[in-house]
C-alpha cells in the first residue's frame, strides 16, 4: 500500500457531552489517554498524523503532532474538523478517526483506498453489518484532499451532516468484518468497564476542565470532577423482600407476569357487552348470575344479558364494560341502564394494564421505596438483588473537640459534627464505622486515615482542612493518597479536601469536610451525598424546587451561598420562603430551626421580595 500518499486526521475537536463535556481524547486508558491508542493505531498505516481539537491544545501538542483547532466558530461538528485537516493536508489523500476509537482497525487505510481507487470515489467511508444491519461510521473515512472546495461550500451553507454532502461526490462503502474495531467510547463508565484497571487521577479528571483553580473553584466545577472521580462500588446481593426497603437495585427487575393477569372489573357492578347498549333508549339485561374476586366461574352472558360483578373480578367472556351498581335499577332479575350512562370499555381493567410480562418493571440504580415493595410484591418477587451497603468511616479532628460524657474543659467544644454526619449517613442507608475523635496529631491522624481506607469503601472528616496552622490533616491525607485541597466559591464551606487514599493495598474515597458544623452539612449535602449515592450504584440527584422569597437576601455575584430558611405557604398559598436569624456557619441552631436551604447560584446578585430562589427541602432529603 502506499501510506505515503495518506494523512491520518484524529477527530478530537468536539464537546464530550455525553462524557459531562470532559475532553473525550484525553481520558485515561489502557495506561494512556485514548488518543494516544488512536495515534499508534494510525501511524503505521499513514504518512503523517495530526489532531483536530479545540480545547486542551497544549496538552494534544504534547502527543509530538501538529494540532488543527476547527476553521468555523462554534462546534460545527467533525465535518468542521475534517474541513481544517483538508486545508492542511499536504498529501493525496486525508484519513480520518475519531479520537475514542481506541481499538480501530490495524488495516483501515489500506482498505478503505483499495475501495476508493476501485471504483476512482472521492470518499471511501466504512461500513459493517451487525445482526443483519449495516451501519456506516462516516468518521472513519479516506477521502481526497482536493474536496476541500465542497466541503467548505456544504458548510457555508449550515450543511453539518457528516454524509449530508454525500451526494455532491462519489462515494464508496467499504465493508469491514470486525465491527467491535469500530466501537467507540462515550462515557466515562463505559470506559471504565473496558479498562477495568484503569485508576483514574484527580490530575487526568481536572485536565479536562477548561479553567481550573483549587483556590477559586466553582460548585459546579468541584461537584464536577468529584462525580467523574468516583466510581460504583461492584458488589451485589440479594435479599429478601422487605429488606430491600432503602436499598439500591443492582439490576432490572422483569416482570415475569402480565399485572394484573386477566381483564377484570373496576367497580362493583354489572359486567356486560357494550354493543347491547342503545344509543337512546334505556337497555335491559337479564341478570344471570354473580362473578367474586378470587373465585373461578363459568358463566358466559349472550347478547341481551349481564352478569353481576365485585370489584376484582375476573371479567366474564364476551363482557367488555362494567356498569357501577349505583347507576342503575334491578327489578327480579332484569338490571335497566338509562342511555349515556356508560360508554363501552368503562370500568374495565384490561389485563397487563400496569405491567407486560417481560418488561421492565424497576430499574437497576432505583433505590426501593415503599411502593416498590408493593410492586415487587404484585409480581410476587421474593428476594431482590441490591448493591452492597456502601461502608463509610467516620471521624472528627480538633484537640479543642470533647466526646458526649467527658467533661467540657475550657475553651472546648462538643463534637456535633460526628452526630450530623451519623445522621446524614444513615440516611442515606450505608455501613457507618464511627471512629470518634482523633487528635491533631500526625501519628494519630496518620493511623486513623489508615485504618478507615483499610476498612471502608469512603471516609468522612470534618475540620483540619482549612488554613489554621495546628492542623496536620491535610499534609497526612496528601502523603496517604491522591487528594486535593480547594476553597470553593461557596458560603459557607470554602475549604474542602477530596481524593483517594491508599493503605497497605486497600484504597477509599476521602471527603474532608470543614469543621463548621454548618459548613459540614451544606458541603456534605451539595459534595458527598451524590458521590456516596453514585458508589453505590443510585442515582438521586438533589431535587431544588422553586419557592419565592418573602424577603430581600443580599447576596454577591460570583459564589454559591446556601442560607437556612423556613418553607411555608404564604398568604395566597404560594410557597414562601424566609431566612431563618443568624446565619453563621458555626450556628447549628439556624439548620435545626430550618426546613430547607436556600441555594443562591454563582450568577445571582441581591434577590427581591418576592423574586423566585431555588430552595432544598430537608424532608424527604436522604
Ligand atoms: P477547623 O475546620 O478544624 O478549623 O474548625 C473550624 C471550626 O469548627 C472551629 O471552631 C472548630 O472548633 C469547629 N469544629 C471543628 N470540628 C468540630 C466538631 N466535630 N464539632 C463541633 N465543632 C467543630
Ligand atoms: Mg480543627
Redesign the pocket.
Known sequence: MNKESISGLILAGGRGTRMGHVDKGLQPFGGTTMVAHVLARLEPQVATLAINANRNLDTYAACGVPVWPDDTPDYAGPLAGLQAGLRRCATTYLLTAPCDSPFLPADLAERLLDGLRAIDADLAVAVTEENGRRQVHPVFCLLKAGLEPVLSAYLDGGGRRMDGWYPQIRVTEVLFDDADAFRNINTLDELRELDPARVPRLADVVSCLSAYDPDALPVRDAQRIIREFVAPVRATEMVALRAALGRVLAADIVSPIDVPAHDNSAMDGFALRGADLPADAPARLRVIGTVYAGRPFDISPQPGECVRIMTGAVMPAGCDSVVPQEFVSVDGDTMTIAPGTIRPGDNRRLAGEDLKAGSAALRSGKIVRPADLGLLASLGVAEVPVQRRLRVAFF???D??RSIGQPLDEGC??????YTIYGMLQRLGCDLIDMG?VRDDPQALEQALRDACENADAIIT?????V?AA?Y?KQIMARLGDVTFWKIGMRPGR?LAFGRITSNGRSAFLFGL????V??MVSFYFFARDALLRMMGAEAPLELVRARSAAAIRKKPGRTEYQRGILARGADGQPTVTITGSQGS?ILRSMSEANCMVVLHDEQGTVQAGELVDVLLFEGLI
Open positions: 472528627s479532628t480538633g479543642e473537640l467544644v462538643y463534637d456535633s459534627n460526628r475523635v470534618s475540620g483540619g482542612v482549612s489554621g492542623d490533616t475549604p470543614p469543621g463548621n458544623p459548613a459540614v458555626g
